[in-house]
Nanobody
Framework: VQLVESGGGSVQAGGSLRLSCAVSGYDALYLCMGWFRQVPGKEREGVAVINRRGTTRYADFVTGRFTISQDHAKKTLFLQMNSLRTEDTAMYYC????????????????????WGQGTQVTVS
């Protein structure tokens, strides 16, 4: 499974960005996908996850501001980020679980086996 993120950049507080993650190497229908973020010196933390059915789970700090979605036909995962805050500044990573059945998408980063290289989001 290969994951390539795009869409990061610099934005002012209150602004919006849309991250994309292109998935290849495996049928994304059999994976759970997620977005995580990390700032230097801190643990990587979960932002949002989604399973093949579209069931989503969000971290409390993004609920109501961020939306995770997927386009199976285009094999792409998205993260729409609105009302961005300076504390949202981080490297954002796309991740995928091993193939399997996930009635509820996992939120622990240990459950995700595949990772992209990350895309930087800076909010000032």
């Amino acid at each position: 499974v290969q994951l390539v993120e795009s869409g990061g950049g610099s934005v002012q507080a209150g602004g919006s960005l849309r991250l994309s993650c292109a998935v290849s190497g495996y049928d994304a229908l059999y994976l759970c996908m997620g977005w995580f973020r990390q700032v230097p010196g801190k643990e990587r933390e979960g932002v949002a996850v989604i399973n093949r059915r579209g069931t989503t789970r969000y971290a409390d700090f993004v609920t109501g501001r961020f939306t995770i979605s997927q386009d199976h036909a285009k094999k792409t995962l998205f993260l729409q980020m609105n009302s961005l805050r300076t504390e949202d500044t981080a490297m954002y990573y796309c991740a995928a679980t091993p193939p399997g059945i996930y009635p509820r998408p996992p939120r622990n980063k240990a459950d995700f086996a595949h990772w992209g290289q990350g895309t930087q989001v800076t909010v000032s």
